[in-house]
């Protein structure tokens, strides 16, 4: 289709009305609490509504990171998962929603890792004999085998980094052939960690073989040492502990910056909240749900349920789990003592030698991992909130720990259980190879290593997106195939449209087009109205985003046919499309440069605040300024060109800066329309110039759109008939990969037709020095006959044995093929 020509014929009957469909109103706080579902841990199957306490309003806790290491992508799928949402009831359905986010900076994982260094830090100042290190080191090695890898002791001579690698093989070679230990079933996080610690032990035999013991060795090193001194840190100063924590909340919370995640409205600290912990636990104890026990505070789940109380509400078939109960009570209480039942857990731990410690009614100690987000949460938000949430993981014991102490400290006697959560919200954990992601199987990829090699934010969260946020997510090749998909059709729909509107002369956006209320719904509007059911149909069932995700691409797919097989298209439809899908994205959190309630159109582009418009316009500005002076040295015969060359778009810029836009793709159009105009006159008068000027011209409109404006991040998309090219803004890194890869495939082109040529000519070469030589004498220098005739053909073998008659055939024929060589080279003077 004349695209331009349809474009221009249905502006001008295009209205603007105050209930456009562009302005048509999202789904509201009304609709949310009519229709609203979501799935609850605490009622496990279908979603059920969701009825906040104070309608209109969302209170929420989140259980945020153990601040004790990088963060990684099962990080990132806990908590852009739980952003979406969170964008999801405030953007989509208008709640206010109060957000409170704590960081857990007392925690086992946290005094071991912060000891350990601290240990290892005093270590590699001390002196030592070559041997000495190397005594220590094996000792480790050991140690570290005989905890973590103990089929590697065996029989016979003991473990050392000479006969480890055949020991390691032999014990755990179906493990690291990507089988399990027992060569049944599937690899878990059992075989996770198993690799995990034969990396550690491969690094350490290698340091040991070479006599680099630090920093080769310090992961074998870690542990040995602190079973050795660990008593001997003096813990008074909790500088060890706090210096490690704050670096690591600081690295998240540069992640979360990064993936785009809304800040919290509140983030709470254990540590800041020691005191109103112990009065938390005087008041449970002080009811009878607690007792003390050797200078510890256990809650007593027996007491609690002989109330009437519900323990382990999210988690029943867990209750008697072992292995969970230990892993929530930590490696570090595997001593305490004085618990009256096995499931009984710490809500105050007595602190040994080498670990921080508070005062407290009990004696020096610590809070228990649960404790902590029962009253951070319950400073902030009450006695009763909306929504806690967390990772899959944390369901038992975490969770249901922090609901049985929660109750317990709220309720009341004779007045039934205390609710001090409404709704459960799990995230799927994200796994690799059937192993859940893990910092304590290091199996992870850093949610910064992720940015800066194989995904971008919105990848990331694309990815996400297309999985439900209450299911695991396994990272496959086809996962991110299918998102890559997903973001390249929408990003080049954006593209396409701001494209036929920067044409179509519309710089004011929805002000200058808008598609009238009382218009019969129909074609693309009709289709624009069906995907808006059916996105507010899949949000309000749980935030179902991966059917949403699949409801935008189908549309986005439709108006590409649509324009495609129909002449006659009213732009102000495609508009309407884009600016709904751009407010989608935006609410999903797609855009990190655009603000609620997103009413651009695409991928924001905003300069920042403190970039002057003209100052971020100079790039586009010195593009047309040498593109002027390129022209201006051409001898053109062209009527066309000295206007184009004489217009100011400055005018125009100034127009859109003093509007306040700081779009800079609105601020650079301007210039770009000019560099696009002269660009096009070129192209239509090129045919008709001398050989050289055309050579000339098709240098610099080459220039211009596949250098100039490539580093710029604008393409120029060339059409037939001489219609003006379309201006497109594309990510410059994009464009530029693409440039490369062009080149890259016309080197590789050229390279093997210079091979190719080469090959002829040493083909050629070798024929014609082949042909040199006289029939007469080709056969006479081979040592497989004795006698020739007066033609040179063989008559007897070396044997004294006639020719064989076939071979004589074969023979002849060659013989006859050199003499006709030979007598063409002679012919064309070769000899």
């Known amino acids: 289709m004349n695209l331009l020509r349809v474009l221009s014929r249905s502006r001008p009957s295009i209205t603007v009305t105050a209930n456009s469909l562009v302005y048509r109103r999202y789904a509201s706080v009304a609709?949310?609490?009519?229709?609203?579902?979501?799935?609850?841990?605490?009622?496990?199957?279908?979603?059920?509504?969701?009825?906040?306490?104070?309608?209109?309003?969302?209170?929420?806790?989140?259980?945020?990171?153990?601040?004790?290491?990088?963060?990684?992508?099962?990080?990132?799928?806990n908590y852009v998962s739980t952003d979406i949402i969170r964008r999801i009831l405030m953007h989509y359905f208008g709640f206010k929603v109060e957000f409170v986010m704590n960081m857990t900076d007392v925690d086992d994982k946290i005094i071991i890792k912060a000891r350990r260094?601290?240990?290892?830090?005093?270590?590699?100042?001390?002196?030592?004999?070559?041997?000495e290190l190397r005594a220590l080191a094996l000792a480790a090695f050991r140690a570290y085998a005989a905890n973590s890898l103990p089929l590697l002791m065996g029989e016979g001579a003991k473990l050392d980094e000479a006969n480890y690698a055949a020991?390691?093989?032999?014990?755990?070679?179906?493990?690291?052939?990507?089988?399990?230990?027992?060569?049944?079933?599937?690899?878990?996080?059992?075989?996770?960690?198993?690799?995990?610690?034969?990396?550690?032990?491969?690094?350490?035999?290698q340091a040991m073989k070479q006599d680099a013991i630090f920093p080769g060795a310090d992961e074998i090193l870690l542990p040995h040492l602190d079973s050795l001194y660990?008593?001997?840190?003096?813990?008074?100063?909790?500088?060890?502990?706090?210096?490690?924590?704050?670096?690591?909340?600081?690295?998240?919370?540069?992640?979360?910056?990064?993936?785009?995640?809304?800040?919290?409205?509140?983030?709470?600290?254990?540590?800041?909240?020691?005191?109103?912990?112990?009065?938390?636990?005087?008041?449970v104890v002080k009811k009878g749900f607690a007792y003390e026990a050797e200078g510890s505070v256990y809650f007593d789940i027996a007491a609690f349920e002989k109330t009437g109380n519900t323990y382990a509400r999210l988690r029943p078939d867990s209750r008697n789990d072992k292995s969970l109960q230990e892993e929530g009570e930590g490696s570090l209480s595997k001593n305490l003592g004085g618990k009256r039942g096995a499931g009984d857990f710490a809500l105050w731990k007595k602190s040994k030698a080498g670990e921080p410690f508070w005062p407290s009614p009990w004696g020096e100690g610590r809070p228990g991992w649960h404790i902590e987000c029962s009253v951070m949460a319950s400073d902030i938000l009450g006695s009763r909130m909306d929504i806690h949430s967390g990772g899959i993981d944390l369901a038992f014991p975490h969770h249901d720990n922090e609901l049985a102490q929660s109750e317990a400290?709220?309720?009341?006697?004779?007045?039934?259980?205390?609710?001090?959560?409404?709704?459960?919200?799990?995230?799927?954990?994200?796994?690799?190879?059937?192993?859940?992601?893990?910092?304590?199987?290091?199996?992870?990829?850093?949610?910064?290593?992720?940015?800066?090699?194989?995904?971008?934010?919105?990848?990331?969260?694309i990815v996400f997106l297309m999985g439900k946020w209450n299911d695991g997510v396994e990272i496959s090749p086809d996962m991110r195939a299918q998102s890559d998909n997903w973001e390249s059709t929408v990003s080049k729909f954006f593209t396409n449209t701001k494209s036929w509107l920067a044409e179509a002369g519309v710089s004011d956006g929805v002000k200058s087009l808008s598609i009238s209320k009382g218009k019969p719904a129909t074609g693309l509007v009709a289709d624009l109205e069906q995907a808006k059911k059916e996105v507010e149909a899949a949000l309000v069932n749980s935030f179902d985003t991966p059917r949403t995700m699949l409801v935008?691409?189908?549309?986005?797919?439709?108006?590409?046919?649509?324009?495609?097989?129909?002449?006659?298209?009213?732009?102000?439809?495609?508009?309407?499309?884009?600016?709904?899908?751009?407010?989608?994205?935006?609410?999903?959190?797609?855009?990190?440069?655009?603000?609620?309630?997103?009413?651009?159109?695409?991928?924001?582009?905003?300069?920042?605040?403190?970039?002057?418009?003209?100052?971020?316009?100079?790039?586009?500005?010195?593009?047309?300024?040498?593109?002027?002076?390129?022209?201006?040295?051409?001898?053109?015969?062209?009527?066309?060109?000295?206007?184009?060359?004489?217009?100011?778009?400055?005018?125009?810029?100034?127009?859109?800066?003093?509007?306040?836009?700081?779009?800079?793709?609105?601020?650079?159009?301007?210039?770009?329309?000019?560099?696009?105009?002269?660009?096009?006159?070129?192209?239509?008068?090129?045919?008709?110039?001398?050989?050289?000027?055309?050579?000339?011209?098709?240098?610099?409109?080459?220039?211009?759109?596949?250098?100039?404006?490539?580093?710029?991040?604008?393409?120029?998309?060339?059409?037939?008939?001489?219609?003006?090219?379309?201006?497109?803004?594309?990510?410059?890194?994009?464009?530029?990969?693409?440039?490369?890869?062009?080149?890259?495939?016309?080197?590789?082109?050229?390279?093997?037709?210079?091979?190719?040529?080469?090959?002829?000519?040493?083909?050629?070469?070798?024929?014609?020095?082949?042909?040199?030589?006289?029939?007469?004498?080709?056969?006479?220098?081979?040592?497989?006959?004795?006698?020739?005739?007066?033609?040179?053909?063989?008559?007897?073998?070396?044997?004294?044995?006639?020719?064989?008659?076939?071979?004589?055939?074969?023979?002849?024929?060659?013989?006859?093929?050199?003499?006709?060589?030979?007598?063409?080279?002679?012919?064309?003077?070769?000899?």
């Open 31 to 77: 609709v949310a609490m009519a229709s609203l579902k979501v799935h609850n841990s605490l009622q496990p199957g279908v979603p059920v509504p969701f009825a906040p306490i104070e309608p209109g309003k969302v209170s929420w806790y989140a259980c945020g990171p153990t601040v004790y290491d990088k963060s990684h992508l099962g990080h990132a799928r």
């Open 409 to 461: 400290y709220f309720c009341e006697h004779g007045k039934g259980e205390h609710t001090w959560v409404n709704y459960f919200l799990h995230m799927g954990h994200l796994s690799i190879s059937g192993s859940k992601m893990s910092k304590s199987l290091k199996n992870f990829q850093t949610i910064h290593d992720a940015l800066s090699t194989s995904y971008t934010a919105r990848s990331m969260r």
């Open 230 to 283: 660990k008593e001997t840190i003096d813990t008074r100063d909790q500088t060890m502990f706090t210096d490690l924590t704050k670096g690591m909340e600081a690295l998240f919370m540069e992640d979360m910056a990064n993936l785009n995640v809304l800040r919290p409205d509140v983030i709470t600290r254990v540590t800041e909240y020691v005191p109103q912990i112990v009065d938390f636990v005087e008041r």
């Open 117 to 131: 260094q601290r240990l290892l830090e005093l270590e590699k100042k001390k002196t030592y004999s070559k041997e």
């Open 552 to 831: 935008i691409l189908k549309l986005v797919n439709s108006t590409n046919v649509y324009l495609k097989d129909n002449k006659e298209v009213d732009l102000a439809e495609v508009e309407a499309i884009a600016r709904w899908i751009t407010k989608m994205v935006g609410i999903f959190g797609l855009d990190a440069n655009a603000t609620a309630p997103y009413d651009g159109l695409g991928w924001a582009s905003a300069i920042s605040a403190n970039v002057d418009p003209k100052t971020a316009v100079q790039p586009y500005v010195a593009v047309l300024d040498k593109v002027k002076a390129d022209v201006t040295k051409l001898s053109l015969s062209s009527e066309a060109i000295p206007a184009l060359l004489a217009q100011d778009p400055a005018k125009e810029f100034d127009s859109i800066a003093s509007s306040g836009s700081r779009d800079i793709e609105k601020l650079a159009l301007p210039y770009l329309r000019a560099v696009s105009q002269i660009r096009d006159e070129l192209r239509r008068v090129v045919s008709a110039q001398a050989p050289q000027t055309k050579k000339d011209i098709l240098a610099i409109t080459d220039q211009i759109r596949d250098h100039d404006l490539t580093n710029l991040g604008v393409y120029l998309d060339d059409r037939p008939d001489n219609q003006p090219s379309l201006i497109k803004f594309i990510p410059a890194t994009e464009l530029i990969a693409a440039r490369e890869e062009k080149a890259a495939r016309e080197a590789e082109k050229a390279r093997k037709k210079e091979e190719a040529r080469l090959a002829r000519e040493k083909a050629e070469q070798e024929a014609k020095e082949k042909a040199k030589v006289p029939p007469e004498e080709m056969y006479r220098s081979d040592e497989r006959y004795a006698s020739w005739d007066e033609q040179g053909l063989p008559t007897k073998m070396k044997d004294g044995s006639d020719v064989p008659k076939s071979q004589m055939k074969s023979l002849k024929k060659l013989w006859e093929k050199q003499k006709k060589a030979h007598e063409d080279l002679k012919a064309k003077g070769g000899l």
């Open 167 to 205: 020991r390691r093989d032999a014990a755990y070679g179906k493990v690291l052939a990507g089988g399990t230990l027992s060569g049944d079933g599937k690899p878990g996080d059992g075989e996770a960690k198993i690799k995990m610690h034969i990396y550690n032990m491969d690094a350490a035999a």
